[in-house]
């Protein structure tokens, strides 16, 4: 009866898209009430009630089986939506499509896309720069556009809510989980960026999430594995890490997720996750902060919280520290049954609860899926592939790439005269060796797989050496760049005796890599974050002099390279 009154509702003629441009402000509007929320809740079984502060994990690249039995949980327990992984476009949507019949309320779908579509979906959708090379974009207006066209991404597909931007102030270079997904270690920078692409992503009529609270950027553990321990203080927390969950709390962040951390100065329990801690969640970020939107937590599934807190015992103490979605419980239904049972002894108040399925359902009606209508499949990929989209993410590109080194030797290079073009980490040309090939007159290209014996490389240091000038490309090849390179010893040194002064290097990598390597002696040091077609394309352009490189270093890799570096 609900879906049906719930359909026919849209035939008012309110539009998703015509929605979005109207939409009121968030925070506001989920703490306030609505008529179509009270309806939605008073329909709802107390169970169900509980079933929409749940989201559970589906995928499409794990088989039939497996969406039919996400499909079952879905039905049995009237869950309030999706955390959605692998698989591609066109039968992510078939799957919400699905899915959508199955519930009384329209699903909320969320979605891990820090970089857009292309971080779950690589193969047919579009991946925008990771983080950390927005970091060194001058111009966060750029960050802003992105925003608005994952938005748009969003929509087109049927989701609702990025968990994104990452607001972790990286100033570890050994954090394994972080890293490249942070804007740097600077505050105020990350802040800022992270602001524009927060408000892009409202604007464009999806919900956005700062994460992970209160601050995951220095840590050298991944909560994925472990439960990792912060030892500072309160007022470092309060100056660095929270940073800026304090400020765009204030400036309407609608939603923030919660890290499994523990963290002694804010809660002294032996090995409590900061994601389960009432102290965290309602003393902390709703009471000291005043943050009014949704609080969400990290996947419930990571063993940084259930280590300590098995059996469902977490997902209890997750609604109990005052969360409104909980990401991935490992069984929804035994969580369900035991926040129940919580209630009726008396441990979790009923009207906190009440409150947060209302939150919840209030989020669903800003989204405008009062109005839910089936995502329509057609022509779907070409959608996802918008010109206008490639042309931003090739000017962020182009905005980001940063000369670590004197300009000088860039604007001496020649491409009539005798060049070596000596490649690290790939065995054939890539889009950099490529475009730059086209260019030159007399130019040798060399690659260096990495294999080599020492013997091997000493012989061509001499070869390469003969030549006037030295293109050095260090390629990280990997899918996502770490903070040191994959590379032996033999190499390291042919690197070292390679970097000269007719060299100029240009690195795609990680910027902490730099210290993997010792190219401090090259005349010129383009750096360009990573290793993705669009980056080697606009550091090929800067190579060229088509484009003067204005991309400052959003994190300090040694004394010479500080934050802030740029030529």
Same mark, same amino acid.
């Given at each position: 009866?609900?879906? %049906?009154?719930?359909? %026919?509702?849209?035939?008012?003629?309110?539009?998703?898209?015509? @929605?979005?441009?109207?939409?009121?402000?968030?925070?506001? @509007?989920?703490?306030?009430?609505?008529?179509?929320?009270?309806?939605?809740? !008073?329909?709802?079984?107390?169970?169900?009630?509980?079933?929409?502060?749940?989201?559970?994990?589906?995928?499409?690249?794990?088989?039939?089986?497996?969406?039919?039995?996400?499909?079952?949980?879905?039905?049995?327990?009237?869950?309030?939506?999706?955390?959605?992984?692998?698989?591609?476009? /066109?039968?992510?949507?078939?799957?919400?499509?699905?899915?959508?019949?199955?519930?009384?309320?329209?699903?909320? +779908?969320?979605?891990?896309?820090?970089?857009?579509?292309?971080?779950?979906?690589?193969?047919?959708?579009?991946?925008?720069?990771?983080?950390?090379?927005?970091?060194?974009?001058?111009?966060?207006?750029?960050?802003?556009?992105?925003?608005?066209? +994952?938005?748009?991404?969003?929509?087109?597909?049927?989701?609702?809510?990025? @968990?994104?931007?990452?607001?972790?102030?990286?100033?570890?270079?050994?954090?394994?989980? *972080?890293?490249?997904?942070? @804007?740097?270690?600077?505050?105020? &920078?990350?802040? &800022?960026?992270?602001?524009?692409?927060?408000?892009?992503?409202?604007?464009?009529?999806?919900?956005?999430?700062? $994460?992970?609270?209160?601050?995951?950027?220095?840590?050298?553990?991944?909560?994925?594995?472990?439960?990792?321990?912060?030892?500072?203080?309160?007022?470092?927390?309060?100056?660095?890490?929270?940073?800026?969950?304090?400020?765009?709390?204030?400036?309407?962040?609608?939603?923030?997720?919660?890290?499994?951390?523990? +963290?002694? =100065?804010?809660?002294?329990?032996?090995?409590?996750?900061?994601?389960?801690?009432?102290?965290?969640?309602?003393?902390?970020?709703?009471?000291?902060?005043?943050? $009014?939107?949704?609080?969400?937590?990290?996947?419930?599934?990571?063993?940084?919280?259930?280590?300590?807190?098995?059996?469902?015992?977490?997902?209890?103490?997750?609604?109990? =520290?005052?969360?409104?979605?909980?990401?991935?419980?490992?069984?929804?239904?035994?969580?369900?049954?035991?926040?129940?049972?919580?209630?009726?002894?008396?441990?979790?108040?009923?009207?906190?609860?009440?409150?947060?399925?209302?939150? /919840?359902?209030?989020?669903?009606?800003?989204?405008?899926? !009062?109005?839910?209508?089936?995502?329509?499949?057609?022509?779907?990929?070409?959608?996802?592939?918008?010109?206008?989209?490639?042309?931003?993410?090739?000017?962020?590109?182009?905005?980001? /790439?940063?000369?670590?080194?004197?300009?000088?030797?860039?604007?001496?290079?020649?491409?009539?005269?005798?060049?070596?073009?000596?490649? *690290?980490?790939?065995?054939?040309?890539?889009?950099?060796?490529?475009?730059?090939?086209?260019?030159?007159?007399?130019?040798? !290209?060399?690659?260096?797989?990495?294999?080599?014996?020492?013997?091997?490389?000493?012989?061509?240091?001499?070869?390469?050496?003969?030549?006037?000038?030295?293109?050095?490309?260090?390629?990280?090849?990997?899918?996502?760049?770490?903070?040191?390179?994959? +590379?032996?010893?033999?190499?390291?040194?042919?690197?070292?005796?390679?970097?000269?002064?007719?060299?100029?290097?240009?690195?795609?990598? &990680?910027?902490?890599?730099? !210290?993997?390597?010792?190219?401090?002696?090259?005349?010129? *040091?383009?750096?360009?974050?990573?290793?993705?077609?669009?980056?080697?394309?606009? =550091?090929?352009?800067?190579?060229?002099?088509?484009?003067?490189?204005?991309?400052?270093?959003?994190?300090?890799?040694?004394?010479?390279?500080?934050?802030?570096?740029?030529?």
């Amino acid at each position: 009866m609900l879906k %049906s009154i719930i359909t %026919s509702a849209f035939l008012c003629g309110l539009t998703m898209a015509g @929605f979005a441009q109207k939409k009121p402000a968030f925070v506001p @509007f989920i703490n306030q009430q609505h008529q179509w929320v009270d309806s939605v809740f !008073n329909s709802l079984t107390p169970k169900e009630r509980i079933g929409q502060l749940f989201l559970v994990r589906a995928h499409t690249n794990l088989g039939q089986k497996y969406i039919d039995s996400v499909a079952t949980v879905i039905q049995k327990e009237q869950l309030g939506g999706l955390v959605v992984f692998q698989g591609g476009p /066109v039968r992510h949507v078939d799957m919400y499509n699905q899915y959508q019949k199955l519930t009384k309320v329209p699903l909320l +779908i969320t979605f891990d896309g820090e970089w857009g579509l292309g971080m779950r979906l690589p193969d047919s959708t579009q991946s925008f720069p990771y983080q950390m090379t927005l970091g060194a974009i001058q111009d966060n207006s750029l960050i802003y556009d992105m925003g608005r066209e +994952i938005a748009k991404d969003f929509l087109r597909m049927g989701m609702h809510f990025n @968990f994104a931007p990452v607001v972790d102030v990286n100033n570890n270079s050994k954090n394994p989980v *972080i890293g490249f997904r942070s @804007f740097g270690e600077n505050k105020v &920078n990350v802040t &800022n960026k992270a602001k524009a692409y927060m408000d892009g992503m409202v604007d464009g009529g999806i919900i956005a999430s700062l $994460k992970h609270f209160p601050g995951h950027g220095d840590t050298d553990v991944d909560s994925h594995h472990d439960l990792p321990q912060l030892n500072f203080s309160k007022k470092r927390l309060e100056e660095l890490e929270m940073y800026p969950f304090k400020e765009l709390i204030k400036q309407g962040a609608p939603a923030v997720m919660v890290a499994h951390m523990n +963290i002694p =100065a804010l809660d002294n329990t032996p090995n409590m996750p900061s994601s389960i801690s009432r102290k965290v969640v309602t003393d902390l970020l709703r009471n000291e902060l005043g943050f $009014k939107g949704l609080a969400v937590t990290d996947a419930m599934d990571m063993k940084g919280v259930k280590k300590y807190f098995p059996n469902g015992e977490a997902d209890v103490m997750a609604i109990e =520290a005052g969360h409104d979605l909980l990401e991935v419980s490992e069984n929804s239904g035994r969580a369900i049954d035991l926040v129940e049972k919580a209630i009726k002894s008396g441990r979790i108040k009923q009207a906190e609860l009440d409150a947060r399925v209302k939150r /919840v359902l209030a989020a669903k009606y800003w989204l405008g899926l !009062n109005n839910y209508r089936p995502t329509n499949r057609n022509g779907l990929i070409n959608d996802l592939n918008r010109p206008a989209t490639k042309s931003l993410i090739q000017r962020m590109a182009d905005a980001s /790439v940063t000369v670590l080194k004197s300009n000088k030797r860039i604007q001496s290079f020649d491409p009539k005269q005798e060049t070596a073009v000596v490649s *690290i980490g790939i065995d054939q040309g890539q889009d950099f060796e490529k475009g730059l090939s086209l260019q030159l007159t007399q130019g040798t !290209n060399f690659y260096i797989k990495g294999n080599e014996t020492q013997e091997e490389l000493d012989s061509l240091v001499k070869v390469i050496r003969d030549h006037k000038q030295i293109v050095l490309a260090i390629h990280d090849n990997r899918s996502r760049p770490r903070s040191e390179l994959d +590379i032996k010893e033999p190499v390291k040194k042919f690197i070292d005796k390679m970097a000269g002064r007719r060299t100029i290097t240009v690195m795609f990598t &990680n910027p902490y890599a730099i !210290n993997s390597v010792d190219v401090a002696r090259s005349a010129s *040091i383009i750096l360009a974050y990573q290793n993705d077609d669009f980056m080697q394309r606009a =550091a090929l352009k800067v190579l060229l002099k088509q484009i003067k490189a204005t991309g400052k270093l959003p994190v300090t890799v040694s004394k010479e390279f500080a934050y802030g570096k740029g030529v």
